[in-house]
């Protein structure tokens, strides 16, 4: 197990009665692809901090690789070498004078060669779909939106992290911008065995995506498990204000009318094939 | 004539980078039109022609009549369009929600009084009355997007014009930009234009208009644009996923008619 969290709760200081995390117990394996979704102000940004040692919960123990973080003392830069965080808007974080300078400014720390840091680079934005010899000396300030993502996104994957945790990393790109990220993880997660959290709020990217779904609703985690299976939960998530994946809520909709129809599909070709059986099955009746 | 009449506008950034190649288009009074498009389509260069940011190359742009080229129109214009952005934390310059939808009434030199009550009354038409005192940065993102919408609409514009209000949000922020654009459209008649990247905002829309390299590809209503699923795809664009089931579900034999839009049409075909 690659990450594990221990009755962790944290209270922010300046708003002492309000709690962000309550209590929460989890493991993350290796190579797993999560996606954690809630509420702005569920607890899901701060729980993602706690992992790379950005924020010290006030309560729980948090392990990385069975290495407890959250002793007194440790030292938090071998941990965000494992654990690579892309934050919201990253693009904001950029400083650097070109995009090489910007992508290497990780590796560069890590006190690696010349030559490492410039694969490093390279690979990078070979990952970004950036071209090398293009973009390397341009000013990350003169980019587009889409194109100054690609580069923050980059200057972590340099740091070749084993996890990987992004806080809604598609939020303002245009859809192929959108897919484009999309594939990129998955690609992370299956070719090179990078651990995936993705904090999402369409729940059609984490269906689509996630092997496990983990729901914050008020700084507690109220569901873990597969999609499929937290999307059951109708109820409680359209209570929480989070809801469920249009084409399953289609699925739902008709079997409030009294047919018989599963419910527990989420991707557009699922949903098309128990559609179309369910057609045909009336047309006998 | 229409309110705003955009005929064969053309704008560059640089000699080889055209945003717009000839762009003609009329706005009715009181029309709601979403304006789709990938990124680098022109779509916020169009916006910024809009309120004067930018004056075309060529074409012109006419805003009630009035020639957005001629220097002495710039700020009759600006008065009759506002404009919305994305980031809400770059348009709130006060340190409490009234100063700050009262800036720009004050810059015109209006009567105190007369602010009072705009500022009162553009609250209450965002659905942010009560919050006059409290500081602007302890908002919701959702809330920070309407007092921008207030402080425009206290400038009484007649259209509003929103350069993608709504992706910085989440999904709570975003249906209340939504619900407070069409209520000011259906209750107070103002003309809205509305970018966007998230497909599902143009469901409610009168009319959308795709641009795809500074060039206007699609115009029609939702339903309509949206049955070309192949189409906007070649545009880099998406269909609402309810509209891309239906697709797929007529494609495979299925009788449905094209441009459903959502969960209830499809569910009635259905069933």
Redo the contacts between chains.
């Keep these: 197990m690659l990450i594990k969290l221990e009755n962790v709760s944290h209270l922010y200081e300046d708003q002492s009665t309000v709690a962000a995390l309550k209590d929460i117990n989890l493991t993350v394996n290796q190579n797993e692809f999560i996606g954690l979704v809630g509420h702005t102000g569920s607890g899901k940004s701060t729980l993602i901090q706690t992992l790379n040692g950005l924020i010290r919960p006030t309560r729980g123990k948090i392990f990385i690789e069975n290495e407890e973080i959250t002793s007194k003392g440790f030292d938090l830069k071998t941990i965000r070498r494992k654990i690579g965080l892309v934050f919201q808007y990253p693009e904001h974080q950029l400083f650097e004078e070109t995009v090489e300078k910007d992508i290497a400014f990780g590796p560069r720390n890590l006190g690696l060669s010349a030559n490492q840091i410039i694969d490093r680079v390279h690979w990078a934005m070979d990952m970004v779909q950036m071209d090398y010899d293009e973009f390397r000396q341009r000013s990350p300030f003169q980019l587009s939106g889409g194109q100054k993502r690609k580069v923050a996104i980059a200057g972590v994957l340099a740091m070749r992290p084993q996890v990987l945790i992004l806080d809604e990393p598609s939020a303002g790109l245009d859809p192929m911008g959108r897919n484009q990220l999309l594939q990129l993880l998955i690609r992370l997660n299956k070719e090179y065995q990078m651990t995936i959290i993705l904090v999402s709020h369409r729940m059609e990217e984490v269906a689509e995506l996630a092997d496990r779904l983990l729901v914050m609703n008020e700084g507690y985690l109220v569901l873990d498990d597969s999609p499929r299976e937290v999307f059951q939960n109708v109820n409680l998530l359209e209570e929480i204000g989070l809801g469920i994946p249009q084409v399953t809520r289609l699925l739902w909709e008709i079997k409030k009318r009294g047919y018989n129809i599963r419910t527990d599909l989420l991707t557009l070709k699922e949903v098309k094939e128990e559609i179309i059986s369910f057609t045909r099955g009336r047309e006998l009746c | 004539m229409s309110f705003i009449e955009i005929r064969n506008v053309e704008y560059k950034y640089a000699e080889d980078m055209a945003a717009l190649k000839g762009i003609t288009l009329n706005i009715q009074e009181g029309e709601f039109t979403v304006i789709i498009g990938?990124?680098?389509s022109g779509k916020s260069t169009l916006a910024k022609l809009l309120n004067v940011l930018l004056v075309p190359d060529s074409g012109s742009i006419l805003v009630d009549g009035m020639d957005s080229k001629d220097q002495n129109n710039v700020w009759e214009i600006r008065q009759r369009v506002g404009m919305v952005f994305?980031n809400p934390d770059n348009q709130l310059v006060a340190t409490t929600v009234e100063e700050d939808v009262a800036f720009g009434p004050e810059n015109l030199g209006i009567d105190p009084k007369e602010i009072r009550k705009r500022v009162d009354d553009s609250l209450r038409q965002v659905g942010m009355d009560g919050y006059q005192k409290h500081a602007p940065h302890n908002l919701?993102?959702g809330q920070k997007q309407r007092i921008a919408i207030a402080g425009v609409i206290a400038m009484l514009p007649k259209c509003i014009v929103l350069d993608?209000p709504t992706?910085?949000l989440?999904?709570?922020?975003r249906r209340e930009v939504i619900e407070t654009i069409t209520r000011l459209n259906h209750n107070e008649g103002k003309t809205i234009i509305h970018i966007t990247?998230y497909?599902e905002e143009a469901i409610g829309a009168d009319r959308v208009i795709v641009l795809d390299n500074g060039e206007v590809k699609m115009m029609g209503t939702p339903a309509e644009v949206f049955q070309e699923v192949d189409k906007l795809k070649s545009f880099?664009?998406?269909v609402?996923?309810?509209t891309?089931?239906a697709y797929?579900?007529s494609r495979?034999g299925?009788i449905i008619p094209g441009g459903i839009l959502t969960?209830?049409e499809?569910?009635e075909k259905?069933?």
């Design positions: 990938s990124n680098g994305q919701s993102g993608e992706a910085m989440d999904p709570q922020g990247h497909m880099q664009l998406d609402p996923p309810i891309e089931l797929e579900l495979s299925l969960v209830e499809l569910v259905l069933c």
